[in-house]
């Protein structure tokens, strides 16, 4: 049983358009979200996170939305760059819990 | 600043063999994670441990035991590797459960391959 859910295996997007990736789950008791960006032969390394008790969290170029109501949320990367390039993972925790991660999403950014 | 290690990037084993990845932390983290990550399966959790000597099975525990002699380190270990093994380990720590600044720090991984 998934509870965190990432569709899109793979997303191709050209450089200096937006990148969204996304990410819906089931589990209402989700109060946390994060978001992990991993390089091949490297670890994942925390990218932007949001509490349920926000819709909406900025970092630079990395902005994270939430819709409760639908369980989704997005990552939304403007303007995308190459070094961006990378497969991201949404994961979401109940407080108290621990984190539980998507399948990711590979996003490639062409010059 | 603040490091999860592991001890090998690479291995190559034979089937059969027993296996042991070393991760260690230095941030005095109470909990510690061993996933795999295979592709389009994402991460997936192993074993856990939220304390020295205290360890909870994951979601794929089937093939591995771990170790948590020191709150510093975790071991994972195959005792008896086979090839559907073959995969890419990732340590992780974190100060606490559920809280919003207590995010993950993983280590770099190793990449085993089983022969």
């Known amino acids: 049983d998934q509870q965190v859910k990432q569709n899109s295996p793979s997303l191709s997007v050209q450089e200096g358009r937006i990148s969204i990736l996304n990410c819906d789950y089931t589990?209402?008791?989700?109060?946390?979200f994060l978001w992990y960006k991993k390089y091949p032969a490297e670890g994942p390394t925390f990218l932007i996170s949001?509490?349920?008790?926000?819709d909406k969290n900025e970092d630079g170029r990395f902005t994270v939305f939430l819709n409760k109501s639908a369980k989704h949320l997005s990552l939304h990367i403007v303007p995308s760059q190459p070094g961006d390039s990378a497969v991201y993972f949404c994961?979401?925790?109940?407080?108290?819990?621990?984190?539980?991660f998507g399948q990711g999403t590979e996003l490639s950014v062409k010059p | 600043d603040v490091k999860v290690t592991q001890s090998s990037r690479y291995l190559v084993k034979r089937t059969g063999e027993k296996v042991f990845l070393e991760c260690v932390q230095d941030?005095?983290?109470?909990?510690m994670f061993w996933y795999r990550q295979d592709p389009g399966l994402g991460l997936r959790l192993i074993y856990f441990?939220?304390?020295?000597?205290?360890?909870e099975k994951g979601d794929i525990p089937e093939g591995y035991s771990v170790s948590r002699e020191k709150k510093e380190r975790f071991s994972l270990i195959l005792e008896s590797a086979s090839t559907n093994q073959t995969s890419m380990y990732l340590c992780?720590?974190?100060?606490?459960?559920?809280?919003?600044?207590?995010?993950?720090?993983f280590g770099s991984g190793t990449r085993l391959t089983v022969v």
């Open positions: 949001i509490s349920s008790i926000k």
């Open positions: 941030m005095d983290h109470e909990n």
């Open positions: 441990s939220y304390d020295v000597k205290m360890k």
């Open positions: 994961a979401a925790t109940p407080r108290g819990g621990k984190l539980i």
């Open positions: 589990n209402s008791m989700f109060d946390y």
């Open positions: 992780a720590s974190s100060l606490g459960f559920g809280d919003p600044g207590y995010g993950y720090t």
